[in-house]
């Protein structure tokens, strides 16, 4: 067990200086991603905000925000492209239907599927779902724009089992296997290595289980089949109305039969029905189709407009060149290009067609124009939270002539949070994380550094305490009675948008006990991360359970290589006196390290600050932790930055003293800092500098914030 056991406190003090938060709104804005198609089925750059015009209904809505997205554009040399506006990437969900599918068509479909994964832009997010007969729609994995977890999931379609027994279940659906990483770095340089993570897939067995699946179609009617995966499907298109972006439905299936839909149009079939049959023993979904199942299936297409969701269908039947096709019903294709061109898509049918396909609707939606508008009182009635669909019409102003315009026919209002699906909460809550954008609802502070683990320095994973500090004012917010439960997940992105480590965790508490607490300060959560050497996004995601009300923070963790990166100087740490925050500590998880407590000055443990707040010209002492620092003397000085890098004057640094070497290895310092007199209130960042006895120096730099003098 770690060194150090935090218990629970139910009655805090906040002392003067308290962490502060800036003020946030509770406003619905509908972001309306548009594509302009030009008469050469290219689409069309170069337009402005001035280009476009958005009715709701008969009311023109002006429009508070706008940004073109240009996925084809590359950054100046030397540059980094901006992560795209969450409300303009594309989302794929990959769905591979089990039941009306033979089982070599399925084997196929996930070679397509790969396929279709290698040919997407960086910034695209793909999920991958099934869909069977007992179970429905399941997803096997979220939106997410890590590769080798969509590989891994594509990988292991039709197995009942998607972890080990040691892995622990990923809440939000964001990673298959944990062990792909180690998987990478085994096999680098392998592109097919990201589908191996957690051992190789028999083939075999998934042929086995969709043979198991096909069996039980054969048992029921195919009115009923078709009725079924009407509903599932048209659930999952409600679902995926509450997604932010352009969405795609990537179905691989045979289809089912068309002839459900509008009979047999086939003279011989007619007359082969007919002969020797009285008048009065003839079907008429036979002859005419079934209208009960036109209904259906139309009221599920509706679903999947209204929703902004375009079926893009595989017939994977006409994947398999030259294999005799075993789809259950007949005229399968004529279904699947019913429910594409319905919906805007298309129908690919066989390998070579998706490709050239595939490239075809990349470039078609390649740039992306996000209109923004805020629907508040709109014809006198505040719609903010009707939960209702609201029609949208956009509308071109001098644009190229033969242009057309591809965008959502209208939104839903937001539903309350408790009506959501538990499914529809955790897709809201993985897109926030995955898209990385800061939320302040709830208001949050996060400190995140890296500690090498105990015993013989080596480049590993290292120890990476998470604190995450959560308002208590704002995370109460709109609460009615006693219980509160409170959802906390944190995750490690690469550059990559792949996840290394994530914990997620939901405490629940009295209000009736801790409310008073909460009131005059908030929570502290003590988690951690394990991480390898790199660049590291920790994204940190808090959402009250009761009312949906969210915070997402996003710090920047850099894991050095020790071996070749020689001495590491961490962020200063500011310790903060007992009672400030109600303290909760994060349940152990299987097969966690034995850590030492890392927070320490001599044999005393300590709770640093998130996000320090100090005071200009009042000294407040902190802590310094550096690995492989020389011996000797040291000594240290520390400037002020502003909140844009630039110099904002010298603290004062008073104090400085280097301590008795510690057990794990650790170099520890302390000292006193002042920010500098005049300093107005704001963010700002402390840079330590502390430097050896032959001039060699190591840099850290701590974000602060100054506050005001009551």
């Avoid at 689409?43 to 023109?60: C, Q, S």
């Avoid at 897109?431 to 949050?444: D, I, N, Y």
């Avoid at 640094?653 to 794990?664: C, I, Y």
Wanted: proline content about 6%; aromatic content about 8%.
């Amino acid at each position: 067990m770690r060194s150090l056991c935090i218990l629970l406190l139910t009655a805090l003090a906040v002392p003067a200086g308290a962490q502060t938060f800036s003020e946030a709104t509770d406003v619905v804005v509908v972001e309306v991603p548009v594509q302009v198609i030009g008469a050469d089925g290219k689409p069309v750059r170069g337009l402005t905000a001035d280009n476009f015009e958005v009715y709701e209904g008969r009311k023109k809505q002006p429009l508070i925000g706008f940004e073109a997205l240009d996925l084809a554009a590359r950054p100046a040399a030397g540059g980094k492209a901006a992560p795209p506006p969450v409300a303009a990437r594309r989302h794929f969900l990959m769905m591979f239907d089990f039941t009306f599918s033979s089982p070599k068509g399925l084997a196929q479909a996930r070679e397509a599927a790969r396929t279709f994964v290698e040919r997407l832009h960086p910034s695209d997010l793909v999920s991958v779902a099934s869909y069977t007969t007992d179970k429905g729609t399941e997803m096997l994995l979220q939106f997410t724009g890590d590769r080798g977890q969509i590989l891994a999931g594509i990988d292991r379609l039709g197995l009942r089992a998607f972890r080990n027994e040691e892995q622990v279940p990923d809440p939000l659906g964001l990673i298959v296997v944990d062990d792909l990483f180690s998987a990478l770095d085994k096999k680098s340089g392998d592109k097919s290595s990201g589908t191996s993570g957690g051992g190789s897939i028999d083939r075999g067995e998934m042929e086995h289980v969709i043979a198991v699946e096909l069996g039980r179609v054969s048992q029921v009617t195919r009115e009923r089949a078709v009725a079924n995966m009407s509903r599932s499907y048209g659930e999952l298109a409600r679902m995926m109305a509450g997604v932010r972006g352009r969405k795609y439905l990537v179905l691989f299936s045979e289809g089912f039969d068309a002839a459900l839909l509008s009979g047999t149009a086939n003279i011989d079939e007619q007359n082969a029905m007919a002969e020797g049959t009285e008048l009065w023993d003839l079907s008429s979904a036979d002859r005419f189709g079934s209208t009960k199942t036109v209904s259906q299936i139309e009221e599920m297409l509706e679903e999947f407009r209204r929703a902004d969701c375009v079926i893009q269908a595989v017939d994977i039947a006409g994947l398999r060149a030259g294999v005799v096709a075993e789809a259950q019903f007949a005229g399968g294709k004529d279904s699947l290009f019913l429910m594409a061109r319905e919906t805007g898509g298309e129908l690919f049918e066989n390998t070579n067609q998706l490709d050239v396909a595939v490239a075809k609707v990349l470039e078609r939606t390649s740039v992306t124009y996000v209109l923004a508008f805020q629907p508040n009182g709109v014809d006198g009635v505040d719609i903010a939270r009707d939960g209702k669909y609201h029609r949208l019409r956009v509308e071109l102003k001098n644009g190229p002539k033969g242009a057309r315009l591809v965008h959502r026919p209208g939104y839903y209002a937001p539903q309350s949070y408790d009506k959501r699906s538990p499914l529809e909460k955790a897709l809201v809550a993985g897109q926030a994380l995955v898209g990385g954008e800061e939320m302040k609802q709830v208001r949050t502070a996060v400190l995140a550094a890296a500690f090498p683990v105990q015993g013989p320095i080596q480049d590993g994973p290292w120890y990476v305490p998470v604190l995450i500090e959560v308002d208590g004012p704002s995370l109460t917010a709109g609460m009615e009675g006693r219980s509160l439960p409170i959802d906390i997940y944190a995750y490690a992105f690469d550059a990559e948008g792949r996840v290394r480590d994530f914990f997620s965790q939901t405490v629940g508490l009295d209000l009736s006990k801790v409310g008073p607490a909460l009131a005059q300060g908030g929570l502290k959560f003590f988690g951690h991360l394990d991480l390898p050497p790199g660049e590291w996004s920790v994204r940190v995601l808090v959402r009250n359970g009761a009312t949906g009300a969210m915070g997402l923070q996003v710090t920047t963790v850099h894991v050095p290589e020790l071996a070749q990166a020689g001495a590491v100087l961490l962020p200063a740490f500011f310790p903060e006196p007992q009672g400030k925050w109600l303290v909760i500590r994060e349940a152990a998880r299987q097969g966690d390290r034995e850590v030492p407590y890392p927070f320490m000055v001599g044999s005393t443990p300590y709770i640093p600050a998130s996000l320090p707040v100090l005071v200009a010209g009042q000294g407040t002492s902190f802590s310094l932790v550096g690995y492989r620092l020389k011996p000797g003397a040291l000594r240290a000085e520390a400037r002020v930055l502003a909140a844009d890098g630039r110099e904002a004057g010298a603290g004062a640094l008073e104090g400085f003293e280097r301590l008795d070497p510690a057990a794990d290895g650790a170099d520890r310092m302390v000292a006193t800092f002042a920010p500098p007199a005049g300093l107005q209130p704001g963010d700002y960042m402390l840079m330590v500098t502390v430097t050896d006895s032959a001039g060699g120096s190591e840099t850290s730099v701590t974000p602060f914030q100054l506050a005001g003098i009551n």
